[in-house]
């Protein structure tokens, strides 16, 4: 039987150019753009190749070679994952193209059969149908798993640049720095401030940071908690601090939450904490 099994193996390779362009003729039904009325021609050039190595990797199984189908799988998933990924293709659209897929080559699988019909058992063709499928699945899965890594990785990254950017300490001289804050603050927002900027002052080697607050519109006692344990820990670190920007119904909230800024330099605004703390002089230059 193992040279049937090689028989249809090659027979798959051989007619994998008309398995794509059957598939490419019914994926014009699909709901995805991607797949269905894209007409980029680098798009149908990536679609001809992946599905030539997805016919390559599932006509493998046939062999039953374990170890050689389950590195060409990892090829394979590792390839259609990352694709699918950078063209921001959602995981279902993926698998119902899949699905056509496992379609489109069983047609082909039945095709063999019934030309080698008189030489071929039921448990043979049975014996097929298991190993196709499962190695269908085992396809389904693997991406599925290597989508869900790949994504979680853009995610977090992108988290990552939404955390610094919620946070930047801008240099604008030597070892003097500004942090505006934009936005509200919430208990995620405080600790990430907490967490990321002693540190960041200290990389940068700020010795005095300037706080503008003007875009916070709502202050309540624990904005105003954390805004204090941020400025205790800084100055911990022999970091100077001020603050700059606090909105008149800000200033008026505060006062009723009985919030105390007295300890603590306040400016109405950026440009008068800069000028009034000499960093810089009315005509714009620096006294650094």
């Known amino acids: 039987m193992a040279s049937i099994d090689r028989e249809l193996y ?15 003729t019914a994926k014009c ?15 149908d050039k990536v679609l001809k190749e992946q599905h030539a190595l997805t016919i390559s990797t599932v006509a493998y199984a046939f062999l039953e070679e374990e170890h050689g189908f389950q590195e060409q799988l990892l ?49 043979v063709v049975l ?13 389904i899965h693997s991406f599925s798993e290597r989508y869900y890594y790949l994504s979680n990785n853009r995610l977090n990254a992108q988290q990552a640049l939404i955390n610094e950017l919620s946070v930047p300490v801008i240099p604008i001289l030597e070892s003097v720095g ?3 804050i934009v936005g509200d603050i919430d208990t995620f ?11 960041t002052c200290v990389e940068m080697n700020i010795d005095k940071l300037f706080i503008d607050i003007s875009s916070v519109t709502f202050m309540d006692t624990m904005v ?18 001020v603050l700059s920007g606090i909105r008149p119904e800000v200033a008026q909230t505060s006062i009723q939450l009985g919030v105390n800024f007295g300890n603590i330099s306040t400016f109405s605004s950026l440009k ?17």
């Open 29 to 43: 039904d699909f709901d995805s753009p991607f797949y269905s009325n894209n007409l980029n021609p680098e798009i």
């Open 189 to 199: 927002r405080s600790r990430l401030l907490l967490e990321s900027v002693p540190n």
């Open 75 to 123: 090829i394979w998933a590792e390839t259609v994952a990352q694709s699918r990924i950078e063209h921001n293709i959602p995981i279902h659209d993926v698998i119902k193209a899949l699905n056509k897929t496992r379609e489109t080559i069983w047609l082909f699988v039945e095709n063999f059969a019934f030309a080698h019909h008189d030489d071929l058992l039921n448990t």
């Open 127 to 139: 014996k097929w149908s298991r190993l196709f499928n499962t190695a269908f699945d085992q396809l």
């Open 178 to 180: 500004v942090l505006p």
């Open 224 to 241: 105003a908690n954390e805004l204090f344990r941020l400025i205790d820990v800084l100055q911990l670190l022999g970091i100077k601090t």
């Open 272 to 288: 008068q904490a800069l000028l009034r703390t000499g960093v810089y002089t009315t005509s714009g230059t620096s006294k650094k």
């Open 10 to 24: 090659e027979y798959i390779l051989v007619n994998s150019s008309n398995i794509t362009t059957k598939w490419f």
